[in-house]
């Protein structure tokens, strides 16, 4: 199933909560520090100055999410809808107009609030020294460079790369356990890691998708680090395993296409190419509408004050549907669907111009007409189904 990975800024109250709880849980059960641990083993021993550096740490986020999922948190509950948040350290390239501007480079941000992540710093005696003196934070400039270079070995080498120029810096700027090769003790460790690891999506997503795109590393201390060359601790694993991170059960919120299997949970929102349109689950339906104002909401799948969707997920079979329980496509009674059935592992797109549009598994377009802005009052779209 399809999990959404967005800006922290777009997580509800309810959802920051869970999060928090959920890594409180973990650090309790000994989680967090395993993780540290085997970080720490493999610092140099090629998790960073290797071609492995990014499918290492997509698999590591990949199996840490996994434990926020199932971990029980103090009320008994169970969150298997927990994502990790990604921190965007230049306020820049994935803040959308819809969310706060205020900037996430700078020590006042609402990331270090403490009813977020503030609290971690005394209560797991992190040591942070946030914007320390000879510290500093990647640029936009940098990143937007960064991710039009043409191969994976200058993407994610190089002092002007992915690695040393815009990994690094964040670790030094939050310092303390962040800075050392213990960093994921620190919650701020997954939270930089996911950034990271969108940035590698991005840049999959805009031309450069498919392993054959993964240039090895040479050989370095008697390994040449390569595709189908084990990820040290997890030795079953390979990056070849890791490249679709979609195949891995999650997406990120400027990913503007929804397919088989994506679920939009209650303030999940996806946006449209570079970012003017999205589509927005909230008080029980599903909202599209311009993301320069709150209130210019084009076009809204149902009346929210009559029923409340628990969640909106793709099918299969094309139909996009809102559902009353968490049960999903269990619910035999949900609450709205698109009827765009008929079109199996399509993807729905949201497009540069406004309009949503139905593409096949090869995406070529289908037969119905495009969502236009704006969309008709309530229903489905004309031409549809």
Request: net charge negative; aromatic share 12%.
């Amino acid at each position: 199933m399809g999990l959404l990975r967005k800006n922290y800024k777009g997580m509800s109250d309810d959802q920051k909560k869970n999060f928090v709880s959920a890594l409180y849980a973990l650090k309790k059960s000994g989680v967090v520090e395993t993780y540290a641990q085997i970080h720490a083993k493999y610092f140099t021993e090629g998790i960073h100055r290797t071609a492995h550096f990014l499918p290492w740490h997509r698999e590591m986020l990949y199996r840490f999410e996994l434990e926020l999922q199932k971990v029980p948190l103090d009320d008994g509950s169970v969150h298997p809808e927990i994502t990790i948040p990604y921190w965007d350290s230049t306020a820049g390239l994935s803040i959308s107009p819809y969310w706060d501007k205020t900037a996430d480079n700078s020590t006042s941000s609402p990331l270090w609030d403490n009813k977020f992540l503030g609290q971690f710093n005394s209560d797991w005696n992190l040591k942070r020294a946030l914007g320390a003196p000879n510290t500093h934070l990647p640029t936009l400039q940098q990143v937007t460079t960064n991710i039009q270079k043409p191969t994976y070995d200058t993407f994610w080498d190089g002092p002007d790369a992915l690695e040393l120029a815009i990994h690094n810096p964040p670790h030094a700027w939050v310092g303390g356990e962040m800075g050392s090769v213990y960093s994921p003790r620190d919650p701020a460790f997954y939270l930089h890691h996911c950034w990271i690891d969108m940035l590698w999506a991005v840049w999959q997503i805009i031309g450069h998708e498919g392993p054959q795109n993964f240039v090895a590393s040479p050989f370095w201390r008697g390994r040449n680090w390569g595709l189908n060359d084990p990820l040290l601790e997890w030795s079953d694993r390979t990056p070849a395993n890791v490249m679709d991170h979609r195949k891995l059960g999650y997406r990120y919120d400027l990913e503007h296409w929804l397919t088989s299997g994506d679920v939009l949970n209650p303030s999940d929102c996806q946006f449209s190419n570079a970012g003017p349109y999205m589509l927005l689950f909230k008080m029980g339906c599903l909202q599209y509408q311009s993301v320069y104002s709150k209130e210019a909401v084009l076009w809204r799948s149902n009346d929210p004050t009559t029923d409340t969707g628990k969640s909106c997920i793709m099918r299969e079979d094309g139909n996009l549907v809102i559902y009353h329980t968490d049960a999903g496509p269990y619910d035999p009674n949900p609450i709205w669907a698109s009827n765009t059935v008929g079109h199996n592992n399509s993807n729905l797109v949201i497009q540069l111009n406004g309009n949503l549009a139905i593409y096949d598994s090869n995406w070529k377009p289908l037969t119905p007409k495009p969502w236009s802005v704006p969309p008709p009052a309530k229903g489905r779209p004309e031409g549809w189904g």
